[in-house]
């Protein structure tokens, strides 16, 4: 509108002014020939046919322009929707865009959460199957054992037992020298048969019993002396009998007790073993239902989640396909009425061109000659004698005011010269046709003041121009700046995002990737460290059970080899009726004294290396758990350190993407403000080119049209002929007091006649007045 404006002023002295004066004084020589035409005819006469034609043309122009008007609201209303929706469903595409994005990453954090879940939860589930299994392991080993170690107690107490029968049998019969003198004297054993097989019978049980615990060397008396014959007589055998028996008796019943004290050691083990694992057992049990309540709201989250993101992308599809449609139609009604307003104004310049023609002064006298022009019921003869009536009233008119009129013609055609002002050019064209002088006058005085309001809106022209020139460099200048400063944001942005070395999104795949790894360090260390632990577990087993056989086989060595020793010492061994057969070697047996020493030596060296062992595979088995513990405290550390920095990275990726896509909306939005301003710029270049180049220039013309304009009323003024108008007009203004008031106007008696008072009574209110 400023730019039509604009160009309006710029055009109106050449265009508008010049069609509106040559219509409107067109309408006024109609007007006064036409009164002409009447005056002369005496009757009212009809319109001619051009004149109706000129008025139909006039109002097609008016039509035009009204739909003009009435088009370029009803445009401008259609364009406010489209621009109005296509802004709403723009703004609502970008958020729901932004919105997926978010709902997408929020879901890919979700699956990868339920995937790590679901990892966890399966490794708890097969720790917990593995857990009892461990533990039904551990309890038929502990059955098996125990069932061992009843049967062993049984044997052992049976043996004792009947080692005690034993010896107290052969007690009774005087066998044991520690009670009595030595029985090597001849004695009848009448009477003692029934003790005896009763001796045998206990003997027989006894070895049967013991025989799994005692060495060949002991066996071999008992047996010789349960088979040998009953002489009825005391042997000194039955002597050696005692003290081998005593020595089984005190032998099992050690081993009895070492058996016991086994068995509560790996009771109190097996007890605390299976309370470790049950406690260990209970606390995966917590971890699984904790994880899987995690996995049920996240279920229902990721439900919740996805039913968004469809609602979302439905929604954003349903938006871009209306701004399409939108777009598509809105551009085909910009371009429609784009078209209607070039048609429109071809058409109001050919309706006004066509007017011009039609009412010309030239054009309104060749009409009035044409019977195909005109028409009403003037006869031939009537408009004959209007013409030369009208004629020579013309040349009278035109010998009276000949001189000035001429002097009026010339001057102005001088001032115009060749300039061709369009001012000038009209009133010379109204003096050569003899308009009225009023008429002239007027106009003159018309033009007069349209030449200041003229030179009013240049100055206002040239003000603006200057001003909105400034002002829309200076809003350049910022939208610049600003373009500038957004492409620096956006680019440190894209940086953040996309850089392959330090972007969020490289970030984010590294993140995922160490937390993976994570993963994997805990399974495989946690399956290590079972492995290692159940291999700890067979190995002291192992070790326990190892030291049990060394230190019974190292007891059952020590005493019989020590016993051995002491005998030899003693003398106990005695021979009676020794043969004397030929050397061979010496009397003293040591059986394998030597050996057996040595073999003691290796067995407890043995069992100190194997409880150093025990000691250090506890001390190893610590250390490890240990490290397991500690290590796994790091893991689960770092896992939670990953886990809050990839979702703190995506979190801030998402942030910088929405921020990215507002930063890419204000940088379009503000490069197309720039080329809108520099657009507005051009638009508004050629009139205020045109003004600032040719204001000085306008204004000398206009400073010679309105002197010229100025001189040409004087000429006018100067004729007899307007003389005598104005006072014709005078004289008919004093009407019945015009013979009165020619004597003298300023008189009394010209004063109250034109006020229509008496005289008195005008004196009494003007008394200054002259005759009063």
């Not at 890919?108 to 097969?126: F, I, P, T, W």
């Not at 008429?439 to 200041?452: P, R």
């Amino acid at each position: 509108a400023i730019v039509a404006r604009s160009l309006d002023s710029t055009k109106l002295p050449a265009m508008a002014r010049l069609a509106a004066l040559l219509a409107g004084l067109a309408c006024l020589a109609a007007a006064v020939s036409g009164a002409t035409v009447r005056r002369r005819s005496g009757e009212g006469a009809a319109d001619r046919k051009i004149t109706e034609v000129v008025k139909l043309l006039q109002d097609l122009l008016e039509k035009s322009k009204a739909e003009g008007d009435t088009e370029r609201n009803l445009f401008a209303k259609y364009k406010c929707y489209c621009d109005t929706n296509e802004a709403q469903k723009t703004t609502l595409i970008e958020e729901l865009t932004q919105e997926i994005a978010i709902l997408e990453a929020k879901i890919e954090e979700l699956l990868a959460h339920n995937g790590q879940l679901s990892k966890d939860v399966a490794r708890l589930d097969a720790d917990m199957a593995q857990n009892k299994q461990d533990r039904a392991a551990a309890t038929a080993l502990r059955t098996k054992e125990n069932t061992a170690f009843v049967a062993t107690e049984a044997d052992l107490v049976a043996a004792i037992a009947q080692m005690k029968d034993a010896i107290k049998t052969l007690s009774e019969i005087g066998a044991d020298q520690t009670l009595s003198s030595a029985a090597d004297h001849a004695q009848y054993m009448a009477g003692y048969e029934g003790s005896l097989l009763k001796l045998k019978s206990s003997l027989n049980i006894a070895l049967v019993s013991a025989s799994a615990f005692v060495s060949q060397e002991q066996v071999a008396p008992l047996q010789a002396f349960i088979q040998a014959p009953f002489t009825g007589t005391y042997s000194s055998r039955s002597g050696e009998v005692v003290g081998i028996l005593k020595d089984m008796k005190d032998t099992f019943t050690k081993n009895l007790a070492s058996a016991r004290e086994v068995e509560a050691r790996a009771l109190e083990s097996y007890n605390k073993y299976t309370k470790d694992m049950e406690e260990a057992h209970d606390a995966m049990a917590s971890e699984y239902n904790t994880k899987q309540g995690l996995l049920s709201d996240n279920d229902g989250d990721l439900a919740a989640k996805r039913t968004q993101l469809e609602s979302a992308e439905s929604t954003k599809a349903e938006a871009e396909d209306f701004l399409a449609k939108l777009l598509d139609m809105c551009a085909a009604k910009k371009k429609q009425y784009e078209t209607r307003v070039e048609l429109r104004a071809s058409e109001e310049t050919a309706l006004a061109e066509a007017i011009a023609i039609l009412n010309s002064d030239a054009a309104f006298a060749i009409f009035g000659k044409v019977a195909a022009t005109s028409t009403g019921a003037v006869s031939f003869v009537q408009r004959a004698s209007v013409h030369r009536h009208g004629a020579l009233a013309s040349v009278r008119a035109h010998a009276d005011e000949a001189s000035p009129r001429a002097k009026a013609v010339a001057f102005l055609q001088r001032a115009d010269g060749a300039k061709h002002s369009p001012v000038i050019a009209k009133v010379l064209a109204m003096l050569q046709a003899g308009n009225p002088f009023e008429i002239v006058l007027t106009e003159i005085k018309k033009m007069i003041t349209l030449i200041s309001a003229e030179e009013e809106r240049d100055d206002n022209q040239k003000a603006w121009c200057d001003s909105e020139r400034e002002k829309t460099n200076m809003d350049i200048g910022v939208k610049t700046n600003q373009i500038a400063a957004l492409k620096t944001e956006i680019d440190e942005l894209v940086a953040a995002i996309e850089d392959p070395e330090t972007g969020l999104k490289v970030s984010i795949t590294n993140s995922e990737v160490s937390l993976q790894q994570n993963y994997d360090n805990q399974f495989s260390e946690t399956k290590d460290r079972k492995e290692d632990n159940l291999e700890y577990q067979g190995n002291i087993a192992n070790l326990v059970e190892a030291q049990g056989l060394l230190g019974r086989a190292v007891v059952v060595l020590t005493k019989y080899y020590d016993k051995i020793r002491a005998e030899i010492k003693a003398g106990l061994i005695q021979t009676k009726d020794q043969p004397a057969p030929p050397e061979t070697w010496e009397d003293d047996f040591n059986g394998q004294s030597e050996g057996g020493n040595s073999a003691i030596g290796m067995l407890e060296f043995i069992l100190s290396e194997s409880k150093k062992e025990e000691q250090l595979a506890h001390a190893t088995e610590n250390e490890s758990q240990h490290a397991f513990e500690d290590s796994m405290a790091s893991l689960k550390s770092e896992e939670a350190s990953l886990r809050e920095s990839l979702a703190a990275l995506k979190l801030e990726l998402a942030e910088k993407e929405k921020t990215l896509i507002e930063k890419n909306k204000d940088h379009e939005k503000t490069e197309d403000e720039k080329a809108a301003l520099e657009a507005y710029l051009e638009q508004i270049k050629p009139g205020c080119d045109f003004i600032t180049t040719n204001i000085d220039q306008r204004k000398g013309n206009r400073v010679e049209e309105k002197a010229a304009l100025e001189k040409a009323v004087a000429f006018l003024k100067a004729t007899p002929v307007y003389l005598d108008a104005m006072e014709s007009a005078h004289q008919q203004s004093l009407g019945k007091c015009r013979d009165t008031c020619n004597e003298n106007e300023d008189h009394v008696d010209c004063k109250s006649c034109l006020a229509g008072e008496s005289s008195p009574g005008f004196c009494a209110g003007h008394p200054s007045t002259m005759g009063c």
